[in-house]
């Protein structure tokens, strides 16, 4: 599993591939259920799994992950609002795979690693937001969360629904993914090497 | 929620007892359609919605869960564009500083309906359909059985990964971890969560993959299935009416383009 595959090959997806998209799965849901809900804090957090899916398996493999979690999680626990966000899911665990091959999860890498990986965060966020705001207009602008009060802030500033929703995607995002980011960071930092390189691109996190 | 089968509730309803193959393309063409057809058509696909899930014998069971799942989403709709709807004029209500307007209500309340009847009939769909039966019935239509293996496990795995969650947090609280008061104190809070939740999981991911192996889940050959899905001739007769159904979506945003559909 040493040898290096390209971006979009589907030999990402071993068994035990399989089996941690599965958990990653669970993971979204229920840190992001936790740290909204119980915690409250006001970052969404729902993508730790598939940040992690796309670090350690490939970028294939994080795109279906996201896309699979939010697709569960709508019909699981009865919310199909958050299904059309699949798509930015699926974007987000994309370019965690991508930037895992440039470096972002180098885990022995020290303040270098950290920086590349901060960075990363922050561009996946900005790109989120853009993939985001499309999606949120087609149902009137608003997600039900903490987030809608930050839409009502920006419509008093423009007059564009669409630009009121691009900008509080600009605010919210690239802090959520700089914070998921950094908390997969030092999950790899913690998770055994023996472990990691059981999945298909475990060696770029060690 | 019970284990592994999310929203599903027993019975032996009309809606229970089809393949959930045409159940699932009917879900998919009435979340779609409310957001092709103008505002107006909205309200009536909701009710037809809600009727469905009556006649479903889903009951009252499905009027609560739909209450819960819409009623802060239909507020934040309402509120957000009735108060904050950028340049509207026509002022409805004054409160304070802010102004219910017309332009608002009307851009709020189809949207408001069109998201309510996608969540009704999604709960229609999920409470009368086990996602083992829809899985196999997908296996049996060509899906791969290693992407059926996915979502079921994940189905599985989040109520006890929620569990698990909760229990760390209070095993954490009992030693004096602060989950509540300061932002600062909470977010601190995240980091003694995530470390057992997260990392005890990953090494698990190891054992249960061996375990699998060990069992020719990689096995390229034909599989046989535990549970059997029947498919009758009411389900036959559906899957075509859904295929019709989607073929006319092209023709209603061509309507609406030529001005024909209002």
Not at chain 1, 74 to 95: H, Y
Not at chain 2, 79 to 90: C, E, K, L, M, T
Not at chain 2, 137 to 143: E, K, N, P
């Amino acid at each position: 599993m040493t040898s290096r595959t390209g971006a979009f090959s589907m030999s990402q997806f071993t068994t035990s591939t399989l089996v941690l998209m599965a958990v990653a799965i669970a993971i979204n849901i229920a840190v992001g259920h936790t740290v909204q809900n119980i915690i409250k804090l006001p970052v969404y957090l729902d993508s730790i799994g598939t940040v992690l899916v796309g670090a350690l398996a490939g970028p294939l493999a994080g795109a279906a992950t996201g896309f699979l979690a939010n697709v569960i999680w709508g019909l699981a626990l009865g919310v199909p609002g958050i299904i059309p966000f699949a798509i930015t899911a699926a974007v987000i665990g994309f370019l965690a795979g991508w930037f895992t091959r440039r470096g972002a999860f180098k885990v022995s890498g020290g303040t270098r690693a950290l920086a590349i990986c901060a960075l990363a965060g922050v561009i996946t966020g900005i790109i989120a937001a853009i993939v985001s705001a499309p999606i949120a207009v087609v149902q009137g602008g608003v997600t039900g969360s903490g987030t809608d009060a930050l839409v009502a802030v920006f419509r008093n500033m423009t007059d564009n629904i669409f630009l009121a929703n691009q900008l509080q995607g600009f605010v919210s995002d690239p802090v959520d993914k700089l914070v998921t980011y950094l908390v997969a960071f030092a999950i790899l930092v913690a998770v055994p090497v023996t472990v990691k390189t059981t999945f298909p691109q475990g060696e770029e996190t060690v | 929620m019970r284990e592994g089968l999310g929203f599903y509730v027993d019975g032996s309803g009309w809606l229970h007892r089809r393949n959930p193959v045409p159940k699932l393309l009917l879900l998919i063409w009435g979340v779609v359609a409310p957001f092709v057809f103008p505002p107006a058509y909205a309200f009536g696909l909701l009710v037809l919605a809600i009727l469905l899930g009556l006649l479903a014998e889903l009951g009252r069971p499905f009027l609560r869960a739909l209450f819960i799942a819409s009623a802060l989403l239909t507020t934040s709709i309402i509120v957000i564009n009735g108060f904050f709807f950028p340049g509207a004029r026509d002022v409805l209500l004054a409160v304070g500083p802010f102004h219910l307007t017309r332009e608002g209500l009307e851009f709020g309340l189809p949207i408001a309906a069109r998201v309510v009847s996608a969540i009704a009939l999604t709960l229609a769909f999920v409470m009368s359909t086990r996602p083992d039966d829809l899985m196999e019935a997908l296996i049996d239509r060509g899906a791969s059985p290693r992407f059926a293996f996915v979502v079921l496990s994940a189905i599985q795995t989040i109520p006890r990964m929620l569990d698990k969650a909760s229990r760390i947090l209070d095993a954490q609280r009992s030693r004096g971890l602060a989950t509540e008061g300061r932002f600062a104190a909470r977010a601190r809070a995240i980091v003694p969560l995530l470390g057992p939740l997260v990392i005890g999981s990953l090494i698990d991911v190891r054992e249960r993959s061996l375990a699998l192996e060990a069992r020719a889940f990689g096995s390229s050959h034909q599989r046989t299935a535990y549970r059997e899905v029947p498919i009758g001739d009411v389900d036959r007769r559906l899957i075509a009416i859904g295929m019709l159904l989607f073929a006319a979506l092209p023709l209603v945003i061509a309507g609406r383009l030529a001005g024909l559909i209002r």
